[in-house]
């Protein structure tokens, strides 16, 4: 055949060396290296982009004009592409109005299921959406939640009207509404509302029976007077914060509580609608069952009419608990899932797509799975190839690895000293390589054999959310802890609601972005500019504040950014080298001064890496030791943090620790966006911490993790409502030796 491959010529993006490439179609590609070698510019950057901006090409006009302008990848040449559908891992988020059922679709198939088989008929299959006005609760319209006034928040009881009891700004003293209700003549405007007498509250919260009406012909409310409550009940509470302005929305959060429905019980759905059931239960008691459990359901209906309906409702659930998801259910909001869990919801919709010849994209999906669901995930990644699609995944679990049909080495480091291919070919030929990831493919991480002895213990007794079960168990201090188990298992919620709420004072280094400004970058993050800036003031006998980048200093094009960043209607903005200083972002005056050669423009173009050797002064030096430290060297210290990715973040977190005294540090997953390698690395930071006295604890699924902790609590059995024991507790040493759970079997498997 004679487009078998897509091919790559002289790929220069980022730190990309001119690679050239042939990536084999109608077959998984991994692409692998150290972080920071290039993958994501390989993958997301130069492929993918090229695949959408071709797509785009092929579009109207007028049509062209609304959507993003995508640049060409800097490379010579792109052949033979196909579409390109980039499964990752940015969390679904979401209104509240969508779920996981919706967001799959298997919710409207349960809704045609309904309308065809389900007693009494209703209707059609529109009217069992709770976003549908014919089949959402007519109180919560549809969102299972209801904002009522909190009435402690709203009033002051030590205060009078005068004095200002109403607290809600809109009706604070000297507005309109709180001269409203001074002016009502019903109130005593000096009397503090604690002395008020019952019908004096009555008719503060919700005036007098029978002056209020519906006016159906303005659509309105209209009385001679209308309480507090019910005013703001209608004022707010019935528009809804979503469509508040920011400022607004926050004022308006911190005066309402939250609660489930009374009228729909947080079935969203109308009376009418929930009484229509198949075999006895209706549509939302289907919707809050656990997958796994669901499917159990439908497979024993009988119904002939329904017949189409329900198999492929069934092959939609079974993907997703193919996919290590079973323990969700069709209600659970797409808001509260995990990065991990919402890309292999992204690939559930995929899975249930006849689409062939097209190019999916994946970036790391074994984050969140256990070992366990690893193997699962792999048999879907090869039906998505067997349907004749070509796959491309960005990883480093050796497990994932091992199902590559080719693979791409990214190296042989990071940054300038990454961007080469340096191993392309089948499995067997990267098991004799001479790369970071043949070596650590071939000797791994062994088993910590002498393990620390715990300081003392940090108790989390009877926790409950969730799915855990009356969980007590102890955390010890002083040593790096792993909680261990399959996805859904209960992990996050063991340590998010129960331990980082009893011991308020734990640092958690989390993957969130570290900042959204364009001017924030490694060296500000850091604090290290500060000093950089009065090096070159000192040595240049001028003012530090020269060399910020918001200035008079700065380049007046680009604000000192170096790029100018184009702004688009609704869509990431375009970026450019800026023209006028030419990407230096500091007049020309400013570019005199030097420091030992180097101007500041240079130095915000080093790596962190030749920073830290060209830095000798304390200060400056121990900063970037310790991004160093964390295997950041290869940043620039001018690279704006908001082009860093979760890792990167997590580690610049890090590294901001290592300096700082002791403590107690949780980590979700560190070892995501991590190579063999980076993990090895970042085992010796988390290493020095606790040596430094610090109580670490990873909730973590990497097994080199679990082999280095000094101690491990497994939960399980399973995930979900099968889940939310702890089902052992150790050193990994008896772990691997004795313990029976799927951690444990794994862990044994890994260290023969
Ligand atoms: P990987 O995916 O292997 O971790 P990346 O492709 O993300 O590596 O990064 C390769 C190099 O390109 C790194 O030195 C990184 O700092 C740099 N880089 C990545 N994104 C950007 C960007 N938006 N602007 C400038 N440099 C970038
Ligand atoms: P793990 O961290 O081990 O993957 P979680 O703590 O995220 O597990 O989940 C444990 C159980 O709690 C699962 O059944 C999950 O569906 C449920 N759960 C987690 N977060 C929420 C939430 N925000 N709302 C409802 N259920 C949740
Ligand atoms: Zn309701
Ligand atoms: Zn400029």
């Not at 003293?173 to 001269?179: A, H, L, N, Q």
Request: hydrophobic share 40%; with cysteine.
């Amino acid at each position: 055949m004679q487009h078998d491959f897509i091919e790559i010529t002289g790929a220069r993006e980022h730190n990309l060396k001119g690679v050239s490439l042939r990536v084999p179609k109608r077959a998984i590609t991994v692409f692998t290296g150290v972080s920071g070698s290039g993958k994501s510019s390989l993958v997301f950057g130069t492929i993918a982009a090229e695949s959408q901006r071709q797509l785009n090409e092929t579009f109207s006009a007028f049509a062209r004009n609304r959507l993003p302008r995508h640049g060409r990848p800097d490379a010579d040449a792109i052949a033979n592409l196909s579409t390109a559908i980039v499964v990752d891992q940015k969390r679904l988020g979401g209104n509240s109005r969508s779920t996981v059922g919706t967001i799959t679709d298997i919710y409207a198939l349960l809704r045609l299921l309904y309308s065809r088989v389900g007693t009494p008929f209703v209707g059609f299959s529109n009217v069992f959406s709770f976003n549908d006005p014919q089949g959402m609760c007519p109180e919560c319209h549809g969102l299972g939640r209801i904002d009522v006034l909190d009435l402690d928040a709203f009033f002051d009881l030590d205060l009078s009207l005068n004095d200002g009891a109403l607290r809600y700004p809109d009706f604070r003293v000297g507005t309109y509404y709180w001269g409203y209700y001074v002016n009502s003549g019903h109130f005593d405007n000096d009397k503090p509302l604690r002395d008020y007498t019952g019908d004096e509250w009555h008719m503060l919260l919700y005036g007098s029976d029978g002056k209020v009406g519906f006016d159906t012909a303005y659509g309105k409310l209209y009385s001679d007077y209308e309480g507090a409550v019910d005013r703001f009940t209608r004022l707010y509470i019935r528009k809804g914060a979503e469509d508040m302005s920011e400022r607004g929305r926050a004022a308006y959060l911190s005066f309402v509580v939250s609660g489930r429905c009374g009228a729909c019980g947080g079935t969203r759905l109308n009376p009418e609608v929930l009484g229509c059931t198949i075999d006895g239960r209706n549509i939302a008691e289907l919707a809050a069952m656990e997958a796994v459990d669901l499917v159990e359901v439908l497979r024993g209906i009988d119904a002939p009419v329904g017949a189409t309906v329900l198999a492929e409702l069934i092959e939609r659930i079974e993907h997703l608990i193919g996919i290590g998801l079973g323990y969700l259910s069709l209600d659970r909001r797409t808001a509260t899932l995990s990065g991990g869990e919402s890309q292999r919801i992204k690939m559930v919709r995929h899975l249930g797509s006849s689409l062939t010849d097209v190019m999916y994209i994946f970036d790391e999906p074994s984050i969140g799975l256990h070992a366990r669901d690893v193997r699962r995930l792999n048999t879907l990644l090869r039906e998505l190839r067997d349907k004749g699609n070509t796959v491309l995944v960005v990883e480093h679990d050796p497990d994932v690895i091992e199902i590559a049909d080719h693979v791409v080495d990214l190296g042989p480091r990071a940054g300038a000293d990454g961007g080469e291919i340096v191993y392309e070919g089948g499995l067997a030929g990267l098991a004799a390589a001479d790369t970071l990831t043949a070596r650590h493919l071939r000797t791994g991480v062994r088993l910590k054999e002498r393990v620390r002895r715990p300081t003392g213990r940090l108790k989390i007794t009877g926790a409950a959310t969730h799915n855990l079960r009356d969980v007590s168990v102890a955390v010890p201090t002083g040593v790096l802890t792993a909680v261990t188990g399959v996805a859904g298992s209960g992990k996050s919620t063991l340590i998010n609601e129960h331990f980082l709420v009893e011991n308020p004072e734990a640092v958690v280094i989390d993957q969130s972005a570290i900042g959204t400004s364009r001017r924030s970058n490694p060296a500000t993050y850091t604090g290290a500019m500060d000093d950089i800036r009065r090096l070159f003031a000192k040595a240049n006998g001028v003012s530090a504040s020269l060399f910020s980048a918001n200035s008079k200093g700065a380049c007046e094009a680009c604000n000192g950014l170096g790029v100018i960043y184009t702004e688009l209607a609704f869509m990431a903005p375009m970026t450019s080298t800026c023209e006028v200083c030419q990407g230096r972002r500091f007049k020309s005056g400013v570019l005199a001064h030097t420091v030992r050669g180097r101007t500041i423009s240079d130095v915000l173009a080093m790596p962190v890496a030749e920073a830290a050797a060209f830095f000798t002064e304390p200060g400056i030096a121990a900063v970037l030791g310790s991004l160093e430290a964390v295997g950041l060297g290869y940043l620039t210290l001018g690279q704006p943090v908001s082009t860093l990715s979760g890792g990167e973040c997590q580690r610049i977190k890090l590294a901001g620790e290592l300096r700082k005294s002791a403590a107690t540090y949780v980590l979700d997953e560190p070892t995501t966006g991590l190579h063999m390698s980076d993990v090895a690395h970042l085992l010796r930071i988390l290493e020095r911490l606790v040596d430094g006295g610090g109580t670490v604890v990873v909730i973590e699924h990497d097994l080199d993790v679990v082999k280095s902790a000094d101690w491990v609590i497994d939960l399980g059995p399973e995930g979900g409502r099968d889940g939310g024991a702890v089902v052992f507790e150790g050193t990994p040493g008896e772990m691997a030796a004795s313990g029976d759970s799927h951690t444990a079997r794994h862990l044994r498997e890994d260290v023969r």
